[in-house]
């Protein structure tokens, strides 16, 4: 994007009908480290990809506990992202307090789009530049929401936010129907493998990624990091448990192909010297 007349305020419209100012926001999501998300009827689970600035550094954290039965992931500015997270966590402690019952999912959500749109129309405020996923679970089942720094929120079976997330989308949009009836491990195996489609040729590894479930029985929790890669590790002996099973039967394949040359070879010689048929 190129600076233009426009995008000095953020109340500011242009010509065209845009805030240009609110869509850099959100190009900022676009730039910040993957995060994916997917649920079930019972489960959820929020994954994302873990991004030092450099090797002598830690990487920053992307994925917040609100509380029992919430949980966020981020991609985009961590500073905006630990704001807003601190500001979810207290609307849970005070709907706690009021009402000694858990804040409902699509409330707390909402809540969040309303403090995101502000910023969208006071010209001495920014949008957050920050992307969150926000998975739950309360009466009405397990939930999964997309809230954008325009304010706006939706709620998805499973979704992906971040740089590369392209391939994690594409992924999650050939496994979904499937998900509603998965078990928990499955749903944390399907999160583990989206990831891995955002590293594009990255090796994986559970220092690299973060992995947290919530679900029925269940509050919300980051796995360890050796749980993580025991997952990891089954995947690559499932893939080289696959690949010497592919071999033999690529070469009976070519053998198949070999015979299959070899008599049409051989029927076409005697075709040549056969008689035309009489008409």
Known sequence: MFRNQYDTDVTTWSPAGRLFQVEYAMEAVKQGSAAIGLRSKTHVVLGCVNKANSELSSHQKKIFKVDDHIGVAIA??????RVLSRYMRNECINYSFTYESPLPVGRLV?????????CT????????????????????????????????????????IGSRSQAAKTYLERRFENFTDSS?????????????????????????????????GEPFHVLDQGTVQQI????EIAAEQEDPATEPDAATGQEAATEQ????DQGGSTDEGAAPMDI
């Open 76 to 81: 985009g500015l961590t500073a905006d992202g």
């Open 110 to 118: 909402v809540q969040l789009a309303d403090k995101a749109q502000v």
């Open 121 to 160: 129309q006071r010209s001495w405020k920014r949008p957050y530049g920050v992307g969150l996923l926000v998975a739950g679970l309360d009466e009405s089942g397990a939930h999964l929401y997309y809230n954008c720094p325009s304010g706006n929120y939706f709620e998805y079976q499973a979704f992906a």
């Open 184 to 216: 928990r491990d499955d749903l944390v195996k399907d999160a583990i493998t989206a990831i891995r489609e955002t590293l594009q040729g990255e090796t994986l590894k559970s220092s690299i990624c973060t992995i947290a479930v919530v679900g029925v």
């Open 232 to 235: 990891i590790d089954t995947f």
């Open 261 to 264: 040359g070899t008599a049409a």
